[in-house]
């Protein structure tokens, strides 16, 4: 189940495809005789490699909404050479013993160098059991042995061919914290050895489950130094008996997380009372074939054929309703297999997830951490199943997700009718439609560099790259641009319809890897084109564009820049020590926006502002400093707003928080330390190509393009906004008024008292106490991200204005998503 699911919202009605596509299941052909024993018994082993008790350290965290987390990879300092070979009947074959003190299991990565073609490899654990498997160096470069039980593992590789000295070294061992033997799913959890029994099933629907559940496999693997677990399907493909199998994408994302995998299979209960259970393994990793963090979805193939009687579950690309009975067949919390029974009950929206997914309550049974990618059933009333789709994760209605103890929440599942047709060029007979654009990463291999200026190296401050007339050619179609980075950059990288217009895309920053950085389905309000920006390091990476729609077609152009900047210092400013003045600082590209509120030698409110200050270099910007005289702040119309340049201001910032504020007003010369004022819980601001109309932060500077001359700087931490107006008097002269602790009001607004502020003068030293007066409310309300309403009361004077974010850049202020 994914790390983050956070439910934002349910979308309408589902529509189906005009053309049903189906799969029924089947069995698998016999494999053959399997290995078994050791080839040489007798071989000593001659490399003995023992760690000592394992310490669990801080590292890629479990969560109830992700895979199960159930083991540590413990890198030797050193890889361990694996010996001499010795001559044996058939070949060649060697012994080593590892160990780790305190594991309740082990597997075994072995680095794989010049090894002269295909081994095989033995492993047995204190169990005495005996695990084999056969491995390929073509697949990878490393061997991932069985698992076994206990804290030592004897391993055993043969190989036919003498391997030259090296050839095979042991780099580290997973050290498994959790015993997958222990029995940790949930008491409302249900064996499907219990399914016979179940009231609510048919006996054609339960020889259905009978026969489904033979295609669904424990997998275990490793990915950043961790070891987890997930569930995964065999399915049925036009290129039977290939062995084809569905997981989610948050589970495996890459090849090298795919190449670890070692799968259970018929791991099931004994009998409805038991809790023993039996299973048969398959190790040797399995393929990549096609993954889409969108959609949440994995394509793998094994390296070796799947066991005898397991069966390809059929399935079915067409858009489940509402309401439609289902099943799941999965390993909660690791455990044997179980099944839950429900039904679909809406479409969700996960927050960072850009295709909508089904929604499932269930009635019977629940999954839990361990069930994520399994599959989807569909379940008829003659009986059939047929794979719909695979486990994303609950909502979280309740911290921790589902549980037998909270079952107000509904799972949420992928929709295979998007996937299908962007893997069926993979799983298909017939050939490749014709494509303007690769389809995966792994694809790359044989294209050129300069692929239509795709591959042009973004290294120039505002360098863009232009790649224009590219198509969505078929439904499901999947274009990759390949890119690189030659210093640190804020990247954005967006689709336009042809001349500027509109296409319903889906756009991903992917790593060198292949794997998901950052998605997004719409940019912007105005249109459905999709745009990300992100902070990258120099490297390889991939722009993926996809349509939204499973069905959709069309042409599209790309866009992508790179720009170099700064952190983004957008905040309110202060010197804790001379509580009563700041500094509002708006930062966009290379620019800041500050405005100084203070006041003169009267101690009457002045604001001042340096509206483009320039970057002189890393952290420091400069330009002149004006005071501003106008109209009245409730004048209608408001016109003829004067700036007078009065002298400069610098800031020079030692970090992200603490910084230095030079400025001169007529030959004054102020200098003060100034640090970002933390009244709550502080956003992270960053940058944002777009118009920002879904950010559920305002911090910016706001105003009214038709009024230009005023403005009011937003700053949100937490529940609490704090405004800074600044206007004019009815003298003309420099007023700013500050909300200092709005709160929400109403679905989308804040409000709070106003107040006007007397004080020493800018240069004041030592600082006293300014003095508040509050003189009015404030209320801010917003129909989104980019335009809201502005009304307040001063001396009882009532304004009410339309207000929009100020843009003076091409890179904007976003900020958000606020820290919990």
Known sequence: MTRFLTLLLSLIAPVAFATPLAMPSREAPARGPALQAFRAPALPSAV????????????????????????????????????????????????????????????????????????????????????????????????????????????????????????????????????????????????????????????????????????????????????????????????????????ANHCIGDAQSAASITSWWFYEAADCGASASGHVQVSGGMQLVFSNYNVDETLLRLNTPPPDGAVYAGWDATRLTRGSPIVSISHPAGDNVRYALGSTVTDYRILGRPQDMYGVHFSEGIIQGGSSGSALFALSSSGSLALRGVLTGTTVNQPGGMSCTDLNEDALYSRLEIFYPEIQPYVGLAGKAADDAPNRVQDFASIPLDLNGADKPLDTVNGTVAIDNRKIDYAGDVDIYRFTLSSPSWVSAWTEGPGGGNIDTVGSL????????????????????????????????????????AAGTGSYDVRLRADHLDDNYTDLWWNPNEPGWGININHQDNTLFATVFTYDANGAPMWLVMSNGARLGAGSYQGTLYRMTGPAFNAVPFAGATPSPVGTLRVDFTDHSHGTLSYAVNGTQVTKAITRQVFSSAPTCTWSAFDRGFSDNVQDLWWNPAEPGWGVNLTQQGSTLFATLFTFDANGQGLWLVMSGGTPAGTSGYSGPLYQTTGPAFNATPWTAATPHQVGTMTLSFTDGNDGTLQYTYNGVSVSKPITRQVFGVLKTDCGPQDP
């Open 510 to 549: 992917l790593d060198a890897q292949g794997v998901n950085i950052v998605a997004n389905d719409d940019a912007g309000l105005a249109t459905n084109n999709a745009g990300v920006t992100h902070q990258l390091d120099p490297g390889t990476y991939y722009f993926q564009v996809t349509h939204f729609d």
């Open 48 to 247: 003995e490699v023992a760690l000592p008790a394992y310490v669990e350290k801080v590292g890629k965290a479990a969560s109830p909404n992700g895979p199960l987390r159930v083991a540590a990879e413990r890198v030797l300092p050193k890889a361990a050479s694996l010996g001499q070979w010795s001559r044996v009947p058939g070949g060649y074959a060697l012994h080593l013993t590892a160990s780790s003190t305190g594991a309740q299991g082990l597997r075994a990565r072995l680095d794989v160098g010049a090894m002269p073609g295909p081994f095989e490899v033995r492993v047995q654990g204190t169990d005495g059991r005996i695990e084999t498997m056969a491995f390929d160096p073509v697949t990878g470069p490393h061997a991932w042995t069985p698992w076994t039980e206990g804290a030592t593992q004897l391993i055993e590789v043969f190989s036919t061919w003498l391997p030259p000295a090296g050839a095979l070294q042991l780099g580290s061992l997973l050290h498994f914290t959790d015993s997958p033997l222990t029995k940790a799913a949930g008491t409302c959890t249900l064996s499907t050895m219990c399914a016979a029994t179940d009231p609510n099933l048919s006996p054609a629907q339960n020889d259905a489950i009978a026969e489904a559940k033979k295609s669904v496999m424990r997998i275990q693997f490793v990915e950043g130094g961790s070891g987890f677990v997930c569930t995964a399907t065999l399915v049925n493909t036009e290129k039977y008996p290939a062995p084809y199998i569905l997981t």
